[in-house]
């Protein structure tokens, strides 16, 4: 059996390893599009919304409706594609780990 110091430093250990992953997710970029590409949304595997890009294509009064619901799309396919890039981030950092199956960080 392991002593306390030892869990202990495994646990500052895990705690600096987490830190570590997660300012990296900020640094990985992802993009979601609606539209044929025709609305680009650009983010942090942290959720950051980075850049929005909108085909001039788009920009007619009467399809204000379509343009929104274009603008919503880009978003959630972003945001699908920033937790995958963070889930996938995390994985490799705790692959290494001795952690009990179904075990998952952040707490």
Same mark, same amino acid.
């Given at each position: 059996?392991?002593?306390?110091?030892?869990?202990?430093?495994?646990?500052?250990?895990?705690?600096? !390893?987490?830190?570590? =992953?997660? &300012?990296?997710? *900020?640094?990985?970029?992802?993009?979601? /599009? $609606?539209?044929?590409?025709?609305?680009?949304?650009?983010?942090?595997?942290?959720?950051?919304?980075?850049?929005?890009?909108?085909?001039?294509?788009?920009?007619?009064?009467?399809?204000?409706?379509?343009? !929104?619901?274009?603008? =919503?799309? &880009?978003?959630? *396919?972003?945001?699908?594609?920033?937790? /995958? $890039?963070?889930?996938?981030?995390?994985?490799?950092?705790?692959?290494?780990?001795?952690?009990?199956?179904?075990?998952?960080?952040?707490?």
């Amino acid at each position: 059996m392991k002593s306390i110091e030892d869990i202990m430093a495994m646990a500052q250990n895990v705690q600096a !390893e987490l830190q570590k =992953a997660q &300012a990296s997710l *900020d640094t990985i970029e992802v993009e979601g /599009a $609606a539209g044929g590409g025709l609305v680009k949304i650009r983010a942090s595997a942290k959720g950051r919304i980075i850049s929005v890009d909108i085909d001039d294509s788009l920009m007619v009064p009467g399809e204000k409706q379509m343009l !929104e619901d274009l603008i =919503a799309a &880009a978003l959630n *396919d972003a945001r699908a594609k920033a937790d /995958a $890039a963070s889930n996938d981030e995390m994985a490799k950092m705790t692959s290494g780990m001795p952690l009990p199956p179904g075990f998952k960080l952040p707490f």
